[in-house]
Protein backbone atom coordinates (compact mmCIF):
# COMPACT_ATOMS: atom_id res chain seq x y z
CA UNK A 1 0.00 0.00 0.00
CA UNK A 2 1.50 3.53 -1.01
CA UNK A 3 1.75 6.22 1.71
CA UNK A 4 -1.21 8.00 -0.17
CA UNK A 5 -3.23 5.00 0.23
CA UNK A 6 -2.98 4.94 3.58
CA UNK A 7 -5.80 6.44 5.63
CA UNK A 8 -4.81 10.20 8.05
CA UNK A 9 -4.56 9.82 11.35
CA UNK A 10 -3.02 13.18 11.90
CA UNK A 11 -1.25 12.00 15.00
CA UNK A 12 -4.44 11.03 16.47
CA UNK A 13 -3.23 7.30 16.75
CA UNK A 14 0.34 5.78 17.90
CA UNK A 15 1.76 4.55 14.56
CA UNK A 16 2.96 0.90 14.32
CA UNK A 17 5.02 -0.50 17.62
CA UNK A 18 4.54 2.05 20.33
CA UNK A 19 1.97 2.32 23.51
CA UNK A 20 -0.72 4.17 23.53
CA UNK A 21 0.29 5.55 26.35
CA UNK A 22 3.27 7.03 25.13
CA UNK A 23 1.30 8.27 22.97
CA UNK A 24 -0.38 10.18 24.90
CA UNK A 25 2.40 11.49 27.34
CA UNK A 26 3.70 12.81 23.67
CA UNK A 27 0.82 14.72 22.28
CA UNK A 28 -0.82 15.48 25.79
CA UNK A 29 2.55 17.36 27.20
CA UNK A 30 2.55 20.79 27.19
CA UNK A 31 4.62 22.41 24.77
CA UNK A 32 6.91 25.89 25.26
CA UNK A 33 4.66 28.95 26.07
CA UNK A 34 6.03 32.28 24.54
CA UNK A 35 6.87 32.92 27.80
CA UNK A 36 9.79 30.67 26.75
CA UNK A 37 10.26 31.78 23.60
CA UNK A 38 13.63 33.84 22.86
CA UNK A 39 13.09 36.36 20.27
CA UNK A 40 16.00 37.53 17.94
CA UNK A 41 17.22 41.16 18.90
CA UNK A 42 15.64 43.85 16.27
CA UNK A 43 17.94 44.48 14.11
CA UNK A 44 17.94 47.59 11.84
CA UNK A 45 17.04 47.38 7.73
CA UNK A 46 19.80 48.32 5.47
CA UNK A 47 17.67 51.71 5.12
CA UNK A 48 17.71 52.02 8.84
CA UNK A 49 14.28 51.00 9.65
CA UNK A 50 13.75 48.72 12.80
CA UNK A 51 10.62 46.86 12.32
CA UNK A 52 7.85 47.49 15.58
CA UNK A 53 5.11 45.19 14.19
CA UNK A 54 3.43 44.26 17.48
CA UNK A 55 3.31 47.83 18.59
CA UNK A 56 2.53 49.79 15.26
CA UNK A 57 -0.70 51.78 15.27
CA UNK A 58 -3.40 50.66 13.14
CA UNK A 59 -3.97 53.32 10.01
CA UNK A 60 -7.91 53.83 10.02
CA UNK A 61 -8.34 56.26 7.07
CA UNK A 62 -10.36 59.70 7.54
CA UNK A 63 -13.78 59.81 7.77
CA UNK A 64 -14.12 55.99 8.84
CA UNK A 65 -15.65 57.10 12.45
CA UNK A 66 -18.50 58.89 10.58
CA UNK A 67 -19.01 56.92 8.15
CA UNK A 68 -19.13 53.93 10.33
CA UNK A 69 -21.78 56.03 12.52
CA UNK A 70 -23.69 57.49 9.68
CA UNK A 71 -24.26 53.70 7.99
CA UNK A 72 -25.58 52.44 11.78
CA UNK A 73 -27.95 55.24 11.82
CA UNK A 74 -29.21 55.10 8.56
CA UNK A 75 -29.61 50.95 9.73
CA UNK A 76 -31.72 52.16 12.31
CA UNK A 77 -34.02 54.64 10.40
CA UNK A 78 -34.71 51.87 7.70
CA UNK A 79 -35.56 49.25 10.25
CA UNK A 80 -37.70 51.31 12.03
CA UNK A 81 -39.23 53.03 9.10
CA UNK A 82 -40.23 48.99 7.97
CA UNK A 83 -41.37 48.57 11.34
CA UNK A 84 -44.38 51.59 11.18
CA UNK A 85 -45.25 50.69 7.83
CA UNK A 86 -45.90 47.22 9.22
CA UNK A 87 -47.70 48.31 11.83
CA UNK A 88 -49.63 51.00 9.56
CA UNK A 89 -50.64 48.00 6.99
CA UNK A 90 -51.50 46.18 9.99
CA UNK A 91 -53.62 48.49 11.44
CA UNK A 92 -55.44 49.18 8.21
CA UNK A 93 -56.24 45.30 7.46
CA UNK A 94 -57.77 44.97 11.09
CA UNK A 95 -60.00 48.10 10.28
CA UNK A 96 -61.42 46.34 6.92
CA UNK A 97 -62.12 43.29 8.96
Same mark, same amino acid.
Given at each position: ????? @??? !?? *? +???? #? *??????? /????? %??? =? *?? +? #?? @?? $????? =??? *???? @?? $??????????? @??????????? %?????? +? /? /??????? !???????
Amino acid at each position: MAEYD @KPR !TG *G +AAPS #S *GGSIVEW /AQRVF %TPK =A *GP +A #SV @KL $PPRVP =APD *GYIR @KT $PVQEIRVPEGY @KRRMIMRAIGI %TLGILL +A /A /AVIYILF !TFILNLL
